[in-house]
Structures are given as structure tokens and as C-alpha cells.
């Protein structure tokens, strides 16, 4: 789960890590003008420099000399201390920590350029040159690392801070930048495309670092009102211990399950004083542990009138809460502050905490559906995302929980890129009690809803309120699979088809990706491996075994939600209404 600091210290923490960047980055930069001289890849720059001086024409000079215009010094200078101006100036609350954020990527992609190229020496391409040459090694290129810094870094702060569906355009356009400067500099013969390659690595690091220093885990104004919660604290005085200010009592009861590393004290502050403007005055707080991940959760419900549980943490704090409240009648809401926070992107609730709470105690309750999974040496129990096996179990397993709480999801990615290569797993697969179906997959994964973080759909047929669970195998063989598979998920960024209403087969699979990708539809999936494998369930291991078996419980789940799942259905059931036919046979 994401770690929110406590303090400057801890905030400033990862910085240590430009040191280890500044360290790579000469590495690579030895390495490009050294070791990896005169080898295959680096004998085909010489080509592509070439080709691109051969073939220059007036509008491609003109063109590219605009877009190296946008990644010179005195413009990048200039555009940052305009965005800073405008982020300090915003009224009512001043953006300290994006403008900080802005700025420091921009001068710290600066300095490690500077002392990379002080330590790599790199001629700059033997073709005629466009633009004068500074006495700068031509790797890594500092345009690139520049534009990196500055566009991409408007574009972090737009897809962090802002809402609707426009702020992917915008976003995507200020990421188009860098990738057009790079190929401006090579088209002028200012840099080969090892020194672009390595200014986009310089700039996306200095990203991730600074980003995990300013942005990690503040809340976002999306609203526009400046209110960040201190305002309300200040009126409502909401204490520590749980007691109100003005000693109400009679209210509505809440439980609040609490993880303490995802939701600190400012937080909790900040939803304790939220939870009483609704009319939640007798407030029970519980915090997790290892071995009681929902806390005192299923006591306090026992002790007496509970009208509302709310989960304060990630897609781990929330199964453990669902599987203490499904099947009661007792709703729960979300305060989304893990790394992941699945389920909360998949009801369509805000990012920010804060948000997401204000929203969902507005709005009513509905009924969506819970997994239950057990297996050999797992005990039954119940999950609201997915579980799964194979890579996606290892790649959780391995995920540094340091780089968790300070770069949240993309430490995933890190982990996933060391088993890339390991080998398919045996798999046999029964569908709602039918033939065995076997297969050599990467991993299965069995989901109640299906977009995962960045947008990307793995399971696009699945609802949390359809009353079954959708099942993938993911299987490519070699690169061209794995290309395969990942255009195929790619795509559905940018065109997300309608889900199609049956089957394509008559044993109910649909296949994509060139058979890389294989959708089952079910009820109840018994899955078997021939080897003890890599488990997980909502983001969480499991330890390995042999089988899974996973079945669904419909409309289980009482949410507190703004609106229903998957609003654009046309007949939302609140929870404990009949299930519409439609929905039934989704």
C-alpha cells in the first residue's frame, strides 16, 4: 500500500536515488561509447543519422527546427517559470508541491545531464549539422532530457491533479513532445539515437524520483473549491482519541478499518472530520495487522448497530472487509489510499481519498458481487478484484514493498520485467463444472472486474454487478506473442470495443491476440496446475499451490457508491432489488 510521509525527512528520503541515477546513467553512457562500440545495435546508428541528412528537405528543417526550438534552454526556462508562476498564483490555495515538483525536474534532469556528460565524451554524428554544436557530449541529449522533464512533467501533474476524460488528450499531446524533439535532433545530426534513448531515460527517472518525492500520496483539489480538509478540521476539531468536538451523540454508528501506513494521521484527521458532517458521530476506528488484516472489524459489528463500515487503505484493507460485511446487509464504503485501489478505480471513484468518500456517502447503496476463492492451503475466502497465478502472483511476490511506498503501482512493473522469461505453466481449467480444458499459460487470472492501473482493460467483458466472474489465460510464445498481446491490450486504451453480449464458442471462450489471450466466462472455475505455482488474491500472495477454486457470490456486497456500477446500464438494481434479465446474461 501507498506510504503517506510523516514528515519532511521521509519525504525526502528517496532522494538519495538521483545519486544511483546519476551512477547509471554514466554507466550507459561508458558503455554506448566503449564497451558496446562497433556492436550490434549501436552499428545501425550510423545508418540512421545518415539517412535522415540524405533525405532533408525545407519544410523537414523547418519543422524541426520548431520543435528543437521547444527543448532549448531559454525556452524550457522560460515555460517553467510561467507554469510555476501560474501553480504559486492559483487562489485559493497555492500548488507548493507541484510547482516544487516542476521545478526540480527540470534542474535536476539539468545538473545530471551536465555531470554524466562530464564523465562520457561522445563525438557528436559524422553528417553536416543543422544547429551549433555545444562543448557538451553528445550523450545523453540534454533537448530530449529537458523536453522530458518539463512536458512530461505537465503531463504527470494533468493526469494526477485533474479530472475527465480530456485530461488523456492532454496528457498524450505534452507526451508526444519529447518523442518529437528526438527525432527533430537526429533529423538535424545533433545526436544519435542512443543519446535520445538515453535523454528520455534521464527525464523519465528524474520523473519517477520527483514524483514519489512531491506528489506521493497527497490529495488532489479537483473540485476547485482549494478546500484540502483543514479548513473543515479547523471547524469541526475532530480529536484523535475518536470523540466528537461537541460531544453529539445518537448518530449514525461507523466502523472505520484503518491500514496506518496508507492512511497516516493527517488522514485520518481529515476523514474522521468528513464521517461527522455526514451524521456519523459515534465512530469506532480499528487498525489492520498481519495476522487481523480487517482489524476488530467483524467484533465491532458484533457489538452492536453498525450503519456504515468504511475500508481506509488498498484493495488488501477492502477484501478483508468484504469478506467480514458480504452476505450482512452492512454497507461499506471507500477511502482509496493503497497502491493499486482496483476496486475504487473500477466503481468509477475518485482518486483522491478524500473525494471518493465526500462522493460515496452522498450517493446510496448497491449490490455488487464477491469471489470466493479457497485451495490447497488456502483458506475459503472472499475477494472483490481478482485472484490469479502465474506471472501475475510472481510479480506481485517480488515487488519491492520499499519501491511500493514510494513509486506505488509502477514498482509492479519493475518486479514484472524479471519474469518476462519465465517459463508457461501447465493449466487445466474447468468452466461451471464442464469438459477439462487444458492449456501452457503465463498465468490465469479470475476477475469480478477487469481494468487493471493506467486504463488498461485485462478482463473488458467483466462487471462487478453481472453475476459472474470472467476468467483469462495468458499464454504468448516468443516476441511476437508477447507483441501481440500487448497491442492487443494497448489498443483498448484507445478504442474500447463494446463487450460482446455471448460467447464467440460454443465451450464459451473468446480468443485475441493471435491465441495469446483466451476469455472464459463462468460461475464457479475449478483451475489446476501440474506444478505448485505462484498465487495471489486482490494484489496480495497467498503462498503457492496447485489449484484454485473460485466462485462467484451475486449482489453480496453492499457498496455505498455515488452511483451504480457500470452507470451507463440502463436498469441499476439497488442492493438487496431482483437482478434485472439483462444483467443476468451480460
Known amino acids: ?108 534532469q539539468s545538473a545530471i545531464f551536465l555531470a554524466v556528460t562530464s564523465v562520457v565524451e561522445r563525438p557528436r554524428p559524422d553528417v553536416p549539422h543543422l544547429d551549433g554544436a555545444p562543448p557538451t557530449s553528445s550523450f545523453p541529449s540534454g533537448h530530449v532530457g529537458a523536453s522530458v522533464a518539463l512536458y512530461g512533467g505537465l503531463a504527470v501533474l494533468v493526469l494526477a491533479r485533474t479530472r475527465g476524460s480530456r485530461r488523456y488528450v492532454t496528457a498524450a499531446l505534452l ?49 476547485g473549491d482549494g478546500d484540502d480538509g483543514r479548513t473543515e478540521r479547523a471547524a469541526s476539531g475532530p480529536r ?95 477511502v482509496p489510499c493503497g497502491t493499486g485501489n482496483l476496486l475504487a478505480r473500477n466503481l468509477g471513484l475518485p482518486t483522491d481519498p ?9 450517493g446510496d447503496d448497491f449490490g455488487i458481487d464477491v469471489g470466493r476463492v479457497e485451495g490447497d492451503g488456502l483458506a475459503a475466502g472472499r475477494f472483490t ?68 492501473q493506467a486504463g488498461v482493460e485485462l478482463l473488458p467483458r467483466a462487471r462487478p454487478d453481472s453475476g459472474r466472474l470472467e476468467v483469462v489465460l495468458f499464454a504468448p510464445q516468443g516476441p511476437a506473442g508477447w507483441l501481440a498481446a500487448a497491442a492487443h491490450l494497448a489498443s483498448r486504451l484507445v478504442r474500447r470495443p463494446a463487450a460482446t453480449a455471448g460467447p464467440a464458442t460454443t465451450d464459451g471462450r473468446v480468443s485475441a491476440a493471435a491465441g495469446s489471450l483466451e476469455y472464459f466466462a463462468a460461475t ?9 505455482q505462484s498465487r495471489e488474491v486482490d494484489g496480495d500472495t497467498v503462498g503457492e499451490g496447485t489449484g484454485l477454486t473460485v466462485t462467484v457470490e451475486p449482489g453480496a456486497l453492499r457498496m455505498r457508491l455515488p452511483r451504480p456500477p457500470g452507470a451507463d446500464a440502463p436498469s441499476p438494481v439497488p442492493a438487496g432489488g431482483a437482478r434485472p434479465a439483462h444483467a443476468a446474461h451480460r
Not at 513532445?177 to 535520445?196: F, K, N, Q, T
Request: charged fraction near 20%; include cysteine.
Open 524 to 532: 464457479r472455475v475449478q483451475v489446476r496446475f501440474a506444478r505448485p
Open 354 to 362: 478524500a473525494t471518493a468518500l465526500d462522493e460515496a456517502l452522498d
Open 240 to 334: 484523535p482519541d475518536g470523540a466528537t468536538p461537541d460531544g453529539a451523540s445518537g448518530g449514525r454508528r461507523v466502523v472505520v478499518v484503518r491500514h496506518p501506513h496508507g492512511c497516516p494521521d493527517e488522514r485520518t484527521a481529515e476523514v474522521r472530520a468528513r464521517l461527522h458532517r455526514h451524521g456519523f458521530t459515534e465512530q469506532s476506528w480499528t487498525d489492520t495487522s498481519t495476522e487481523r488484516p480487517a482489524g476488530n472489524l467483524a467484533e465491532e459489528c458484533a457489538a452492536g448497530r453498525t450503519d456504515l463500515v468504511v475500508a481506509c487503505g488498498g484493495d488488501g484493507t477492502v477484501r478483508a472487509c468484504a469478506d467480514v460485511v458480504a452476505g450482512t446487509g452492512v454497507p461499506l464504503a471507500l
Open 175 to 223: 507526451l508526444l513532445v519529447p518523442a518529437a524533439v528526438g527525432l527533430s535532433r537526429m533529423y538535424r545530426g545533433m545526436h544519435h539515437p542512443s543519446d535520445v534513448l538515453g535523454g528520455l531515460l534521464n527525464g523519465a527517472l528524474t520523473l519517477l524520483v520527483l514524483g514519489s518525492v512531491f506528489l506521493s500520496g497527497r490529495t488532489s483539489d479537483d473540485d
Open 385 to 452: 478484484v481478482m485472484a490469479g497465478a502465474g506471472f501475475d502472483a510472481a510479480m506481485v511476490r517480488d515487488a519491492s514493498p520499499a519501491l511500493k511506498s514510494r513509486l506505488g503501482w509502477p514498482a509492479y512493473a519493475l518486479s514484472a520485467a524479471r519474469h518476462l522469461g519465465d517459463p508457461r505453466m501447465r493449466v487445466t481449467l474447468r468452466i461451471d463444472g464442464g469438459r477439462r480444458i487444458r492449456r501452457r499459460a503465463r498465468m490465469v487470472v479470475i476477475g469480478n472486474v477487469g481494468t487493471l
Open 1 to 108: 500500500m501507498t506510504t503517506e510521509n510523516a514528515g519532511p525527512a521521509r519525504r525526502f528520503r528517496p532522494v538519495w536515488l538521483l545519486a544511483l541515477q546519476t551512477a547509471s546513467m554514466v554507466l550507459l553512457g561508458l558503455w554506448v561509447t566503449r564497451t558496446g562500440a562497433g556492436h550490434w545495435p549501436l552499428t545501425l546508428e550510423d545508418g540512421l543519422t545518415e539517412a535522415f541528412a540524405t533525405h532533408r528537405t525545407p519544410v523537414g528543417n523547418a519543422i524541426s527546427a520548431g520543435l528543437s526550438l521547444l527543448a532549448n534552454t531559454e525556452t524550457v526556462v522560460a515555460v517553467t517559470l510561467v507554469c510555476v508562476a501560474v501553480l504559486l498564483a492559483r487562489r485559493p490555495a497555492p500548488r507548493w508541491a507541484e510547482a516544487a515538483f516542476l521545478a526540480a525536474s527540470v534542474a535536476v
